[in-house]
């Protein structure tokens, strides 16, 4: 039998804490209406990520409207829709970008593709990203049909995808224009992106750390960073790399199915012993569960990106931002909270 003692702690992680950016007073009953956007392929733990979502879902505390894919490469989806298909939700619709940015397949989305005998080990329907629908008409038809002011977008990715909705223009859709639907139906984004500490060089010393999910769209970030109109609340790079995910997990927490897309998809990407960074499932927890005290916030202010993507936090009792940040006490619960979720079992 599979010890599972990070359930013990997980459950009893429940100590609120005064609403600010990204601790809002949430209704105990009604699941949070989340979009999940992600590069997915490029590092695994969009995939652990996914597998939080999915088991907060399944404990009534999010419902995933939409996952939106910003790495052009058309095994993403078919990957993306394997993940959701094993844990029971293979309806949910996915949209994809054109945008040349990381266009390579990456080292676990062709697992989409391993057939078992006549059948792909994890079934799943949607067979490229090229039958798939355009992100943006994805995020407006979920948006549209949103309650206003409920939607909460984890974006872990690169920014692509949100900064081409604030362009687009009404349509069938919708009659308002992107920033408009944006405004009327988004509650808050929460965004694995940037950095907000120096960071230590392994040498001594500490850089300015300019973020993978930046640099690989700056127009695209500095366009969010400036335009976006709801609130945003900042999980910097500081903050997955303080809490990485246990090799152990991987290879203990899994075997309840022969075949599990989390675990074959991190060994894919590094086999063990390898403990991750858990930058995407941060953003993740604390966009769904805002009132554990898992993480701090920063004051408000106003998050900039610079031309050569380094980002910037200006303190501003009126600013639109907030940034997590993290005590040692606070890394071990959010370490065992995030395994707890990732590997608790789908419904088979």
Not at 41 to 57: K, P, R, T
Not at 79 to 107: L, M, Q, W
Not at 121 to 149: I, M, N, Q, Y
Request: glycine residues 6%; charged residues 20%.
């Amino acid at each position: 039998m599979i010890a599972r003692s990070t359930f013990v702690l997980a459950a009893l992680l429940s100590i609120a804490a005064a609403p600010s950016i990204g601790k809002a007073q949430q209704s105990p009953t009604k699941p949070i209406p989340l979009i999940f956007d992600s590069d997915i392929g490029n590092d695994v733990d969009d995939v652990l990520a996914m597998g939080v979502i999915h088991s907060l879902q399944t404990r009534g505390e999010c419902e995933l409207l939409a996952v939106t894919i910003t790495k052009d490469n058309p095994l993403a989806a078919p990957f993306t829709d394997a993940v959701n298909t094993f844990y029971g939700r293979g309806e949910i619709p996915i949209g994809v970008c054109n945008s040349g940015v990381t266009t390579h397949d990456g080292k676990f989305n062709p697992l989409a593709e391993i057939k078992d005998g006549d059948d792909f080990r994890f079934p799943h329907d949607l067979l490229s990203g090229k039958e798939a629908p355009d992100a943006v008409t994805v995020l407006r038809t979920a948006l549209a049909a949103a309650d206003d002011a409920s939607v909460v977008i984890a974006q872990v990715g690169f920014s692509t995808n949100l900064a081409n909705l604030l362009k687009s223009e009404p349509d069938n859709i919708s009659q308002l224009n992107g920033k408009e639907l944006v405004s009327q139906k988004v509650r808050l984004i929460s965004i694995m992106a940037g950095a907000f500490t120096k960071i230590p060089d392994g040498k001594g010393n500490r850089y300015d750390h300019k973020e993978y999910n930046i640099v690989k769209d700056i127009p695209a970030a500095q366009a969010i960073a400036k335009d976006w109109p709801t609130p945003i609340l900042w999980s910097g790079y500081e903050i997955g790399i303080a809490v990485a995910y246990p090799h152990e997990s991987i290879e203990q927490d899994y075997g309840y199915v022969e075949h599990h897309p989390l675990s074959e998809a991190y060994i894919a990407y590094n086999p063990p012993p390898h403990n991750r960074p858990t930058w995407d499932l941060t953003s993740v927890l604390q966009a769904v569960r805002p009132n554990r005290d898992y993480f701090g916030l920063s004051p408000k202010g106003i998050v900039t990106v610079a031309d050569d993507g380094l980002t910037t936090f200006v303190e501003d009792a009126n600013g639109r931002d907030q940034y997590l940040t993290l005590t040692d006490a606070q890394k071990l619960r959010v370490t065992e909270v995030l395994v707890a979720l990732s590997s608790e079992p789908a419904k088979q």
